[in-house]
């Protein structure tokens, strides 16, 4: 059965250190649901599809954030970065890879 693909809004992406891997981080406003923060596994650019590594997918919807436009909490950033497993909470804002060309 295929997981339901959730738009989101005000979204970017960050990439950080964790174990000494580069993992990149879907982050974003999804209506009715909240902030969320997912690694991506997959990106599909002809329908602006992010998939995570669960399977859910993320459709984007609005043009991207980067991360000087971005009001995202640092506070929950960390403290999820941190049950990642990563030591340093340095990112790299990663967005224009994936904005609409």
Not at 31 to 42: H, L, N, S, T
Not at 50 to 72: H, I, N, W
Request: hydrophobic fraction near 35%; avoid cysteine.
């Amino acid at each position: 059965m295929e997981k339901e693909t959730f738009v989101i809004e005000d979204w970017g992406v960050r990439e950080v250190l964790i174990s000494g891997e580069k993992v990149e981080h879907l982050i974003g406003n999804v209506p009715d649901k909240g902030k969320v923060i997912v690694e991506i596994k997959d990106f599909d650019r002809n329908t602006m599809t992010f998939t995570t590594t669960e399977g859910r997918k993320y459709e984007a919807v609005t043009d991207p954030l980067y991360d000087d436009q971005m009001s995202f909490s640092d506070i929950l950033w960390n403290s999820y970065i941190s049950a990642q497993g990563a030591i340093d909470y340095q990112f790299i804002d990663t967005t224009r890879k994936y904005s609409f060309m």
